[in-house]
């Protein structure tokens, strides 16, 4: 990971839960001066108390590490309101339906920010039967490519994964689809409503 749990994220998250030092140190099996230490930045939990100190705090041990309480308020799983991730290490891409803390290749990945297409990344979409066939007029290079188109529906995501030299296109189902994307390795996200 990309950082160390701190004191003052242990502290927050254990006010949050109504408990006392001594009440999490007892369910830690550590003395309350130990929690006290870590609060207060003298000391950390020992990497093996990780895991139980999140299940002590009611949360995964990625929210612990990340500082944030992730509570997901996208109940109905609105696929509209989904978020996107991407590992500018390894390239992996990750679609969550709400707020997450999501982590890659030992990094925390911030969701990225949807734009509005620009000149080099206008995402054409033409109707062929009952397929969007999209595509962008686009260098698809290695060091410069899109590197994956995705559709978006009410009902789920349609996601192509391109690759360098290869042409930036793809095929989706029409059924309901609302949203188009476009990840280019250099500007970011691009997004059009239908």
């Known amino acids: 990971m990309d950082r160390y749990v701190t004191g003052d994220v242990i502290r927050r998250l254990r006010e949050k839960k109504n408990m006392t030092q001594e009440d999490l140190a007892r369910e830690l099996f550590v003395s309350s001066k130990a929690v006290s230490k870590w609060e207060t930045g003298k000391g950390y939990p020992d990497i093996s108390l990780l895991e139980p100190l999140a299940k002590a705090l009611g949360i995964s041990v990625i929210e612990l590490m990340s500082g944030n309480d992730i509570r997901n308020a996208n109940r109905s799983a609105n696929m509209m309101r989904g978020k996107w991730y991407v590992c500018p290490v390894c390239g992996n891409v990750i679609r969550a339906s709400g707020e997450a803390v999501i982590s890659c290749c030992g990094i925390t990945l911030p969701p990225l920010e949807a734009e509005e297409p620009d000149a080099e990344h206008e995402i054409s979409a033409v109707i062929a039967e009952d397929e969007y066939f999209v595509s962008l007029s686009h260098p698809m290079t290695k060091e410069h490519f899109i590197s994956f188109l995705a559709a978006v529906s009410d009902m789920g995501v349609q996601l192509v994964k391109l690759y360098p030299e ?27 409503r239908l």
Do not use: M, P
């Open 166 to 192: 290869g042409n930036a296109e793809a095929r989706f189902k029409i059924n309901r689809v609302k949203q188009l994307f476009a990840y280019c390795n250099r500007h970011g996200l691009f997004r059009v």
